[in-house]
């Protein structure tokens, strides 16, 4: 169950022919009026579809998402845009909404023409069968799928409403955002775009803000949060903080699962750092570790190679240098197994057989801490992202 | 030839069994009293040796060095620099110089102890076998290597002088500076360590600096230049530039083999930046593309996914937010082929099936430039990395 586990919400997906064979075409639509916000990468070189979102959302509230899988209109140059727009149009004219309340998603290969010849056509039936309960939204989430081995959802009840919610990213896994799709659907009533955002901000700070797989940050990262009220909720303080705990605890389990299902994956490790000199620091040094190849490629090997870590951590940028570490001070901890303490190495060999492993680097120089979630780097990361779009 | 090329340097490798068979143990030295310049690792994590070069450069003139691999005497705590200090009191016993006048280096496992015990027993035949000549430079490029597959040595000659170098570095190459350790001599006449270290720093800008293999910046870089005067030339502006010429020459041909001989490398790239608001941000840019798993993995499966190119340019860190990019002006080149136009596609396919490859991308906004090499991810990088320790 995903995004049409809150009242109010149909999905489907179709196989338009932009991918081969799975399913590459979804429709997300509130069958009531709706409030949104959406979170876009922050890479310079933007996807037309997400310079479409952004002015859209500048306009009108979203009811309705359209995505597809297989091709990312990225790179694509003002004809990019203008397929964007036309996709936009039809699907809109379809769902009976005006343009700027449908926003447009798209994901897959980087710098080719939006095969419209194959999208245009099946929106129609895709929009036709548009529907309610769990195969639905199934669908809509197979539909963005691109080098995922698995669907993304997950659901959180809160009293009296639903948050649900569909990811999609493999590779390109890195704030800002997560390269990925994803849409978050819910039948709390919110007030209107600015008070979705401000939701949205802090929920996706710690979870698509602190997960990488390979570093790179996406041109057409988009996640979107649809609002319609249909649960008919009264709002009260409590059923608001039960809100942002449903809504974060959707965001965490879905870049939880991104990461997961990242390219090659077979190990995953929490990054926890803690004692920085605060948290923008301890982020950039849990970030530094959770991107390091060589890091990675030892998680791989299951190899405490813990020097490594170290290593990363001594250089993570920072305000134009590198975060404040003093060796001296440092400990380290493998699966809760002291490997340096102070400065100095244990000695102790940690067991780092698992396919999950926790990496605790304690900084004792201030109150500073965030965690971060990351994959090892696989010969089958390497097959992947080499046969690509071969 | 290498660091025996210049007159007045004796050299030697042994095999003192920090390492399984190969020689890992090198000393270089003056015969005649010399000067010299080092330049070191930024991270904040510096292993004991790094330290202690430092200490002893702001003390006295570098006449020495000893460098073994296997071990980076890095993450060793107080133990470490006691060690390091007693590899150096030993070496300057033997060679009859002053501790400070000879500079430690060390390169390999990250947090485990020197094995004293067989260093020092080791310092006493190496020091008795040094030698003029190619072979014994070539024996003390070797007993550096650590994964390299090849030793790396370099000369150059000016009118009446001479400049010789080696280089070890296969991993944890990246600025600043690349993991490696370099010592490169001279029998040109300079005047003391501020002006060894004024002429090391823009050669190093461009060479070391500017290249990537992992994108990891160790605990244990280190270049060294001893200069010793021996060739009796007498310096005008002329000479100086062949010197100058000549340095950069010897950098730039040593850094080029350590990312040829890179882990796992089979494909090495150019990445060109030219037209970016300035050279930080052609570098900053640069560096980002250098250093993407998913261009790096593309180079190794010699396909021209260049949309990677583009979203990593887009998103290259630089003064705490990202390096200036107009979508809509840039063009790019492989191998000289234009495949991006201005922010549109031109739907040519560039060959990219070479063990070479450049790739341009002109940004059109100002007249920065900066020119990196990076090698590729392979299924053997990963191999390595996974397996290093065992």
Redesign the interface.
Known sequence: VSVTAPKGFIANGVHAGIRRQKLDLAIVRSTLPAVGAGMFT?????AAPVRLCKASLALEEPWAVVANSGN?N??????GDIDARAVQAEAARLLGLKSEQVLVLSTG?????LPMGRILPALRPCADGLAEGPDAGKRAAEAIMTTDLRSKESVAHGPGFTVGGTAKGS??IHPNMATMLAIVTTDYPLASHAEALALLRPAVHESFNAITV??????NDTLVLLANGASGVTRTPATDAAFVECLRSVCMDLSAQVVADGEGCTVVAEVKVTGAANDDEARAIAQRIA????VK??L??H?A????V??????A?Y??G???????RVCLRYNGTL??D????TGVEPDVSGSDLTIELDLDIGDGRFMYLTSD???E???I??????
Do not use: E, K
């Open positions: 922050i890479n310079r070189v933007q990312a990225a790179c694509t140059g003002l004809r290969v980087i710098g080719q023409p590779g390109m390979d570093g790179d940050c996406s041109t991107t390091s190849p060589l490629t030892a791989f090997g190899d190679n813990w020097g490594r170290l290593s990363a951590a001594g250089s940028p305000n134009g590198y975060a404040h570490l003093d060796p001296d490997v340096l102070r400065g100095a190495p780097f696989s010969y990361y390497v097959r992202n080499a046969d690509y779009r071969t």
